[in-house]
């Protein structure tokens, strides 16, 4: 049974607030893959929980007047909830103020301490309260954090530091001879270009600024950076005992086969959480997965910006699974997603309630109706039943390859193409027009019954993701003795109605009026002529790769797709987008632009940027999708 364990992990989500949908996303998704292991056999064990120690949550304990531990206790019971609410099959809910937990990280700090790899020194640097991290002038991103944007503060004080650079050759070489350790590769690219290959610094391990965390043992003024407590719970949660006297579970699961985290956190699990493991001379996870954000509407949920949605108002608006099925299907493999009500309505309405919710009522209805609840094979086919029989034997291999490569979004699709084939296969057959002969009755019985077998053979593959729906489906359908009070899986929704009820639940806010204009005035240039104007070409581009320039602080190079022909483009832009975020775009740009040289890179042509007062730079994009190449005038 050694070779069918998996054991995966999501991020444990950290104590300072409750949990938006994006949040709840990664909860979901794991389960998902957790069920979906589970029924091909695997003895699957799936942890998730919280994180709870750090100056952010000291912070905020203070602002709602209450300690840290009863502060926390709230948030962690608020999350359980929500994973509870989205029926999550987790078998372990862990805090990292659990006193098993605590202890061993206690006790991995001073092993990593006496075998040399931490050493007490001192840390003058730019601070980030929000993500626990200090960071270097050089790493900041126009004076702010580099992972989240936010403001960072001058910080110097006494700290234990890991040494990082030990590990780095060896972990830079396990990323090369293991590609499916961080995926999607993008996100291995990023850490190799931006981290590990310029060279990892020595990274902070202790604070003393603050207190609520987990105390260091040998020197408990200082107490445990948040990341090398966080990041234990995987191996503290399965039974880790740093004297070697680990459980057995721990000898099974460990390594993990999977880590599921969000792509903002991919650096502290693909460099910090593989070098401390390799220091405790452990075996590295196998794989590691940064998801995508879900974002809403306007962009990445933030308080701040009020638009944050909750798991459990879109629950109480359109229950469990409807939830279930807009995040797993409707979130891309690696670029972020988004969320409104309104995309929800419209894809309860379209694939819930019409292509599945219609099929199910209708086939039972015409079971009942012709043969009073109960058909049996009875042989009588036809050239049409190939076909479906074909999907309906296709679709488990299909969604076994997707969920391979952690293609939940294209697993299901799989599964709701096979629904809409039995809907197809409806009007090919018509059984109202078969039942209306007595000759047909054999035949009629038989398309019914294919048909249930079919939606039966397709809910079985549903239960990884919409858990609820696929037994509702399957003990009304039963085997085609069908139940003789049918629920309705998934009502149509109107739009209006629930948009009311959305504004009764977030009433709008008024906005002060501004008291000037967002408007930039700059130095007018010398006229120019039509002429001048028309010996100027502009084009659509689509970028289809994009690199650093080797020893550049400021340029990107860009394969820009412009028609058939493809433009390589340097662009001065590496301090407001990654090579990641370019990939895809469409832009502007100016074709006809004599080819230079810049940093020893031939640059032929231009990508037209709007910029701020700041100096912040945007792409300019087409306001609706326009094909590559097309011409601006």
């Given at each position: 049974?050694?070779?069918?364990?998996?054991?995966?992990?999501?991020?444990?989500?950290?104590?300072?607030?409750?949990?938006?949908?994006?949040?709840?996303?990664?909860?979901?998704?794991?389960?998902?893959?957790?069920?979906?292991?589970?029924?091909?056999?695997?003895?699957?064990?799936?942890?998730?929980?919280?994180?709870?120690?750090?100056?952010?949550?000291?912070?905020?304990?203070?602002?709602?007047?209450?300690?840290?531990?009863?502060?926390?206790?709230?948030?962690?019971?608020?999350?359980?909830?929500?994973?509870?609410?989205?029926?999550?099959?987790?078998?372990?809910?862990?805090?990292?103020?659990?006193?098993?937990?605590?202890?061993?990280?206690?006790?991995?700090?001073?092993?990593?301490?006496?075998?040399?790899?931490?050493?007490?020194?001192?840390?003058?640097?730019?601070?980030?309260?929000?993500?626990?991290?200090?960071?270097?002038?050089?790493?900041?991103?126009?004076?702010?954090?580099?992972?989240?944007?936010?403001?960072?503060?001058?910080?110097?004080?006494?700290?234990?530091?890991?040494?990082?650079?030990?590990?780095?050759?060896?972990?830079?070489?396990?990323?090369?001879?293991?590609?499916?350790?961080?995926?999607?590769?993008?996100?291995?690219?990023?850490?190799?270009?931006?981290?590990?290959?310029?060279?990892?610094?020595?990274?902070?391990?202790?604070?003393?600024?603050?207190?609520?965390?987990?105390?260091?043992?040998?020197?408990?003024?200082?107490?445990?950076?948040?990341?090398?407590?966080?990041?234990?719970?995987?191996?503290?949660?399965?039974?880790?005992?740093?004297?070697?006297?680990?459980?057995?579970?721990?000898?099974?699961?460990?390594?993990?086969?999977?880590?599921?985290?969000?792509?903002?956190?991919?650096?502290?699990?693909?460099?910090?959480?593989?070098?401390?493991?390799?220091?405790?001379?452990?075996?590295?996870?196998?794989?590691?997965?940064?998801?995508?954000?879900?974002?809403?509407?306007?962009?990445?949920?933030?308080k701040s910006k009020g638009n944050v949605i909750y798991a459990d108002e879109l629950v109480d608006m359109f229950g469990v699974d409807a939830v279930r099925y807009f995040l797993l299907h409707e979130m891309p493999f690696e670029n972020d997603g988004v969320i409104t009500w309104e995309l929800m309505v419209e894809r309860i309405n379209s694939d819930l309630a019409n292509t599945l919710g219609n099929l199910v009522n209708r086939t039972i209805s015409m079971t009942k109706k012709y043969f009073g609840g109960t058909v049996t094979d009875k042989g009588v086919t036809?050239?049409?039943?190939?076909?479906?029989?074909?999907?309906?034997?296709?679709?488990?291999?299909?969604?076994?390859?997707?969920?391979?490569?952690?293609?939940?979004?294209?697993?299901?699709?799989?599964?709701?193409?096979?629904?809409?084939?039995?809907?197809?296969?409806?009007?090919?057959?018509?059984?109202?027009?078969?039942?209306?002969?007595?000759?047909?009755?054999?035949?009629?019985?038989?398309?019914?019954?294919?048909?249930?077998?079919?939606?039966?053979?397709?809910?079985?593959?549903?239960?990884?993701?919409?858990?609820?729906?696929?037994?509702?489906?399957?003990?009304?359908?039963?085997?085609?003795?069908?139940?003789?009070?049918?629920?309705?899986?998934?009502?149509?929704?109107?739009?209006?109605?629930?948009?009311?009820?959305?504004?009764?639940?977030?009433?709008?806010?008024?906005?002060?009026?501004?008291?000037?204009?967002?408007?930039?005035?700059?130095?007018?240039?010398?006229?120019?002529?039509?002429?001048?104007?028309?010996?100027?070409?502009?084009?659509?581009?689509?970028?289809?790769?994009?690199?650093?320039?080797?020893?550049?602080?400021?340029?990107?190079?860009?394969?820009?797709?412009?028609?058939?022909?493809?433009?390589?483009?340097?662009?001065?832009i590496k301090a407001h987008y990654t090579p990641e975020e370019m990939v895809g775009k469409k832009v502007m740009v100016l074709v006809n632009l004599k080819p230079a040289k810049l940093a020893g890179v031939l640059s032929e042509g231009m990508l037209l940027c709007a910029e701020d007062a700041e100096g912040n730079l945007a792409l300019m994009t087409p306001e609706k999708d326009m094909p590559a190449g097309a011409e601006i005038a």
């Amino acid at each position: 049974m050694d070779n069918k364990k998996f054991y995966m992990t999501t991020a444990i989500a950290y104590t300072s607030g409750k949990p938006h949908i994006g949040n709840t996303y990664e909860f979901v998704l794991a389960d998902a893959i957790a069920r979906y292991k589970r029924s091909q056999g695997y003895d699957v064990f799936f942890q998730t929980g919280t994180d709870e120690h750090g100056q952010k949550i000291e912070m905020k304990a203070a602002e709602a007047g209450m300690s840290p531990k009863e502060f926390v206790d709230g948030v962690a019971a608020q999350v359980k909830d929500i994973a509870d609410m989205m029926n999550t099959s987790y078998d372990k809910f862990i805090r990292t103020t659990d006193d098993y937990h605590e202890k061993q990280v206690q006790k991995i700090f001073k092993k990593l301490y006496e075998q040399g790899d931490i050493y007490k020194g001192h840390y003058e640097g730019m601070y980030c309260t929000p993500c626990e991290s200090f960071f270097t002038e050089s790493q900041l991103v126009d004076g702010k954090c580099p992972d989240c944007g936010r403001e960072v503060q001058p910080a110097k004080e006494e700290a234990y530091f890991f040494k990082m650079s030990k590990y780095a050759d060896r972990l830079i070489e396990h990323i090369n001879t293991h590609p499916e350790f961080i995926q999607p590769v993008s996100r291995k690219n990023e850490m190799m270009n931006n981290f590990l290959l310029p060279g990892l610094q020595d990274l902070c391990v202790s604070r003393t600024s603050f207190t609520w965390g987990i105390p260091v043992e040998f020197d408990p003024k200082h107490v445990t950076y948040v990341w090398l407590d966080a990041l234990t719970n995987y191996i503290t949660g399965i039974g880790y005992d740093c004297d070697g006297e680990s459980t057995e579970q721990f000898k099974k699961d460990w390594p993990a086969d999977l880590h599921l985290i969000g792509k903002d956190i991919i650096r502290f699990h693909t460099i910090y959480w593989p070098i401390f493991l390799m220091a405790l001379d452990l075996p590295l996870p196998k794989q590691i997965f940064g998801h995508p954000w879900l974002l809403q509407g306007d962009g990445k949920m933030s308080k701040s910006k009020g638009n944050v949605i909750y798991a459990d108002e879109l629950v109480d608006m359109f229950g469990v699974d409807a939830v279930r099925y807009f995040l797993l299907h409707e979130m891309p493999f690696e670029n972020d997603g988004v969320i409104t009500w309104e995309l929800m309505v419209e894809r309860i309405n379209s694939d819930l309630a019409n292509t599945l919710g219609n099929l199910v009522n209708r086939t039972i209805s015409m079971t009942k109706k012709y043969f009073g609840g109960t058909v049996t094979d009875k042989g009588v086919t036809a050239d049409v039943d190939a076909d479906l029989k074909a999907v309906v034997s296709g679709t488990p291999a299909a969604v076994d390859a997707k969920m391979e490569n952690l293609r939940v979004a294209d697993a299901i699709t799989e599964i709701f193409n096979l629904f809409k084939r039995c809907n197809k296969y409806i009007d090919e057959t018509m059984p109202w027009a078969l039942a209306k002969d007595e000759a047909q009755k054999d035949r009629l019985e038989t398309v019914l019954y294919n048909l249930i077998d079919s939606i039966e053979k397709g809910a079985k593959l549903l239960a990884s993701f919409l858990p609820e729906t696929a037994e509702k489906i399957l003990r009304q359908t039963n085997g085609g003795n069908v139940t003789d009070k049918p629920e309705i899986l998934f009502a149509r929704l109107d739009m209006e109605e629930v948009l009311k009820k959305v504004e009764e639940l977030h009433p709008p806010v008024a906005e002060e009026p501004e008291v000037d204009e967002n408007v930039i005035d700059i130095e007018p240039k010398e006229e120019i002529t039509f002429d001048d104007w028309m010996k100027m070409q502009f084009q659509v581009g689509e970028i289809i790769a994009c690199e650093e320039v080797p020893k550049s602080k400021k340029l990107l190079c860009s394969q820009v797709k412009i028609g058939s022909q493809v433009k390589q483009i340097v662009s001065g832009i590496k301090a407001h987008y990654t090579p990641e975020e370019m990939v895809g775009k469409k832009v502007m740009v100016l074709v006809n632009l004599k080819p230079a040289k810049l940093a020893g890179v031939l640059s032929e042509g231009m990508l037209l940027c709007a910029e701020d007062a700041e100096g912040n730079l945007a792409l300019m994009t087409p306001e609706k999708d326009m094909p590559a190449g097309a011409e601006i005038a």
